[in-house]
Each structure stands twice: as structure tokens, then as C-alpha cells.
């Protein structure tokens, strides 16, 4: 049986791996377009790799994902993040989960992970080759032929599309024309601009709690946020541009948002801590006592918005005082205009559509023996490990070369 994995990324490298392992005497090759093999991998993370995340419950797992939850939760009972850990450890690298979930190699180093794969590859007999373009893909009598730049046209039984995310809907046109739906590609997983904010003073401060929603929309989030050069970024961002991206792509990344700096939603609760300070520490300055342990930068920028002077004392804010305050800390807004996203951790939503895919196995419901592995499906994550799980999973059963 010849396989063929077209991709050298993350999705099909453990593709190829798992159609190796589960079929040994295949022979299977993969093939990638660059010279360049992982990039995503080696990169992710701040260089660190990202591998997966520690959430154990399926649901919660599979809530993680705007485009693709009920899909992958049922692929999940094939293979999710438990498996994901014993199937590196078992092959020599042992992981780290931290305080927020995230799952990474304890090298703290994505070589350890591309090592990890390239090693795998060699001793299963897995043959890789670069600098392989396909330029023409057609089924026939069961089988499929590939035909590359050099011309040359080879037969293979069965193979995997591991081509990753598309930014725009060109570049998934030769699956179209197999006769798949493809969902319009949009991006996924950016940070917001802010070019009339003055907050992007702060470039540089972390809030570890906050809330945030996209006015006129459902969009709402939560967790860490980045202060930026260009405006905002972190988790709460980044989880609000993925389960917004359609959204927001249709609005021409123009909206404001809303920030709640202290992670409280009843504002009366904030109401009444503000008001024990007001009673307690009256005689401070402002500057000089901060609510809600906020970010010191931060405070003097709050009380900048207020319009107190900065000597103004707790004790003379008043009623009307105490109000402003907390309404700044619970429901402050902000005009975004723009997104920045990073080339190398690009994401995109859209893709094959799911409806064209059996989940059991990954094989197309309209070319027989062609499998989809990762992005290049219309499945997309917030950050956190989760992409690359969507790969790890839809690589493994993709690999298993299932017949429907």
C-alpha cells in the first residue's frame, strides 16, 4: 500500500507516524513543498512549543473550539490530550503543565518535540522529502494521482491533506474542485489595534483577571490581557478573535470593547469596595492607595480618565466620584481598529468543511481514500495548546487509514 502525506507540518508528520504504525508494512512518504520542515512547531510558544493543554473533560476540551466543538468531541474518544501526553512521554519527552493549562516539554525547547518526530519517523521508515510540490491531485479507480512540478505523476492508495490553514479560499480551490465545500477562510487568533488609544502608553503591563465583550455583540471573554505597542492583546484578546472571527471579519476589524479591569461583574460588589476605601483610607491620595491590587501604571491612567487630580484624597471623591471609578474599573471602552497577526502562528477559520468528512476516520465523504488531517479543515482553536491537539487527534485517526 503507498500513502502519501501531503505536508510537512504538525498534522502530517503524527499522520504519518500514526499511518506507520498502523500499517506497517505501508510505505509512506511525506511530502513538503519548502525546505523548511515543523515551522509551526519551532516557533510556537515563544520557541517553547505549546504541545497541548491539561483539560481532561471532553466537553470542556471541546468548548475550546469556535469551529469544530461537536465534531471533535467525538474524535476526542479516540485520542485527546491524555493520549497526547503518554505519547510523548512514552517516547522520551517528558512534560510540564502550568499554572494555566498549558502543556509543554519540560526542555522548554520545541526541538525536543521536532526531535521527538523526526527520530520517530526514521525508525518507523516513514521517507520524507522537500522541495516536493504537488501541482495536480486525481482520483481514479480508488486511487489517487499526484502529479508534481517536476511533471512526474505517481500512483498512491491512499492520502493524507495535511496542508494547513489557508489565509484565503485560492488556496483550497484545488479541493474544491474534488467536489468539497469550503468554508470561506478568515483569521483567527489576533491582537487588537488601537491607533486613538491612549492606553497603548502602558505597552507592557499584564492583567492577570480581566473581563471583556465587543460592544453590539454576544462576544465575551475572560483571563489574562496584554497591554501593547499597537493596543491589546493576551488570552481574554485573543479567545474573544477566535469565537469572533466571522464577526469581526465583517465588520472590517472596526468595534469597540469593553474591559473589565477587575474581573467583577456585579458592579455593586465593586461599588462597596470602592466605598470601604473612600471610609478607610480618606486621608490617602489617590495616587497613592490602589483598588483591586491593579497594575500601578494602570491606576494612575484610571485616575488620568477620571479626571480626579492625582493629590485628589479618597475621602473627598464624593458620590459621583465613587460612580466614575467604578465604572471605568467594570465597563471601560476602547475603539479597535485593526488587527495585528503573527505570520508564523497565523490561524485561520474556514476551510474543507466539516460536513464532508467522516469523523470516524477523517476519510472525505467524496473522494475515496483521501483523509484530511488539521487546519486544513474547517477546525480552529483558542490559544492554549489547542490547535496543535486538533492535529495530534485528526493526525492519529487519520493515520489509521480507515476504510468507510
Known amino acids: 500500500m503507498k500513502v502519501a502525506i501531503i505536508g510537512g507540518g504538525a498534522a502530517g508528520f503524527f499522520s504519518a507516524i500514526s499511518a506507520k504504525q498502523h500499517h506497517p508494512e505501508a510505505d509512506v512518504t511525506l511530502l513538503e513543498k519548502s525546505n523548511k520542515l515543523l515551522a509551526k512547531v519551532k516557533i510556537s510558544g515563544g520557541g517553547r512549543c505549546n ?14 473550539y469556535p469551529r469544530g466543538e461537536m465534531f471533535l468531541k467525538k474524535a476526542f474518544g479516540t485520542f485527546n490530550t491524555r493520549h497526547t501526553e503518554e505519547w510523548f512521554e512514552s517516547r522520551g519527552v517528558p512534560l510540564t503543565t502550568q499554572d494555566d493549562n498549558c502543556v509543554f516539554p519540560v526542555s522548554q525547547d ?34 489517487i494521482h499526484l502529479t508534481f512540478t517536476t511533471g512526474e505523476t505517481i500512483v498512491y492508495d491512499k492520502v493524507i491533506i495535511a496542508t494547513g490553514g489557508s489565509p484565503k479560499r485560492s488556496g483550497l480551490e484545488w479541493l474544491e474542485k474534488l467536489g468539497h465545500t469550503i468554508v470561506e477562510p478568515v483569521p483567527s487568533l489576533f491582537t487588537f489595534n488601537m491607533p486613538t488609544e491612549k492606553v497603548k502608553e502602558l505597552m507592557g503591563i499584564v492583567v492577570e483577571k480581566t473581563k471583556t465583550n465587543v460592544q453590539g455583540t454576544k462576544l465575551k471573554s475572560d483571563g489574562p490581557l496584554l497591554i501593547t505597542h499597537w493596543g491589546m492583546s493576551g488570552p481574554s484578546i485573543l479567545k474573544l478573535s477566535a469565537f469572533g ?23 455593586e460588589i465593586v461599588q462597596t469596595e470602592i466605598r470601604s476605601i473612600v471610609e478607610e483610607h480618606g486621608q490617602k491620595k489617590l495616587s497613592n492607595y490602589r483598588p483591586f491590587l491593579l497594575p500601578d501604571r494602570l491606576w494612575q491612567f484610571i485616575i488620568e480618565k477620571t479626571e480626579f487630580p492625582t493629590d485628589q484624597l479618597w475621602g473627598n471623591i464624593g458620590k459621583k466620584g465613587v460612580n466614575k471609578i467604578v465604572e471605568i474599573l467594570t465597563n471601560d471602552a476602547y475603539a479597535v481598529s485593526g488587527k495585528t497577526t503573527f505570520k508564523e502562528e497565523f490561524v485561520t477559520c474556514g476551510g ?17 481514500n483521501l483523509y484530511f488531517t488539521g487546519e486544513v479543515m474547517d477546525i480552529d482553536g483558542i490559544t492554549g495548546g489547542y490547535n496543535f491537539q486538533a492535529a495530534w487527534t485528526t493526525g492519529f485517526i487519520a493515520g489509521k487509514l480507515i476504510e468507510n
Open 110 to 143: 520545541s526541538q525536543s518535540i521536532i526531535d521527538c518526530f523526526m527520530n520517530e519517523c526514521k525508525k518507523l521508515g516513514v521517507q520524507i522529502e522537500m522541495n516536493r510540490s504537488v501541482t495536480a491531485i486525481l482520483p481514479q479507480n480508488d486511487q
Open 245 to 267: 472571527a466571522r464577526i469581526l471579519s465583517e465588520r472590517e476589524y472596526k468595534f469597540n470593547i469593553q474591559v473589565n479591569w477587575v474581573n467583577e461583574q456585579n458592579a
Open 352 to 368: 474543507v468543511s466539516l460536513d464532508d468528512i467522516d469523523v470516524k476516520s477523517m476519510e472525505s465523504k467524496i473522494v475515496k
Open 51 to 64: 504541545v497541548t493543554n491539561g483539560c481532561r473533560n471532553i466537553n470542556q476540551l471541546a468548548a475550546a
